[in-house]
């Protein structure tokens, strides 16, 4: 099933998405350098996981949970 389907599949998606943007952008800070187009999607979920990481980091222990109870 795809991912736009499944709800918890896409909150999955966009957690991996958050989370590896952050951590790229913590790799390479040269690599963000636009806030719009495509480009501008990556650094806005690199924004979100740097401004909101206590948040983000405790969804995702939760989605890991509620994997491993699956």
Request: proline content about 3%.
């Amino acid at each position: 099933m795809s991912a736009l389907f499944n709800f918890q599949s896409l909150l999955l998606v966009v957690l991996l998405i958050i989370c590896t943007f952050t951590y790229v952008k913590a790799q390479v800070p040269s690599l963000h350098s636009s806030k719009y187009g495509v480009v501008g999607m990556f650094w806005k979920a690199a924004r979100i996981g740097e401004r909101l990481s206590p948040y983000v980091a405790l969804s995702c222990v939760a989605m890991a949970v509620s994997l491993l109870l699956e």
